[in-house]
């Protein structure tokens, strides 16, 4: 008998969580995002990833990975796009705040 308990109560587990998974594919409440907000979120996510990226290229660079030009050029470019996603997120800051 709690054998039989047991395999109920995970298949009612299992439901909840495909419930849970699916619900917001059927109109779940989820939130508009204005067109501003989610060009923000895009920068945000740039930059994160940019910096992650200049992060790997000193571990590379670090361990022999890349040489010393290499690692000047692809720095640079890196640093370099990271600046402008910084400058434009900036800028939204500002013009949100106004």
């Known amino acids: 008998m709690s054998d039989a308990l047991l395999i109920l109560v995970g298949l009612w587990l299992l439901l909840a969580a495909v419930w849970l998974a699916i619900h917001p594919l059927f109109g779940g409440s989820v939130e508009p995002v204005s067109p501003a907000v989610a060009h923000r979120r895009e920068l945000e996510t740039e930059k994160a990833r940019l910096l992650e990226e200049i992060h790997e290229l000193k571990l590379d660079y670090a361990t022999g990975k890349l040489s010393e030009e290499d690692h000047a050029v692809l720095e640079a470019r890196l640093k370099s796009r990271a600046v402008e996603v910084m ?3 900036e800028a ?4 949100s705040s106004e």
């Open 87 to 89: 400058q434009k997120l």
């Open 92 to 95: 939204t800051a500002g013009r």
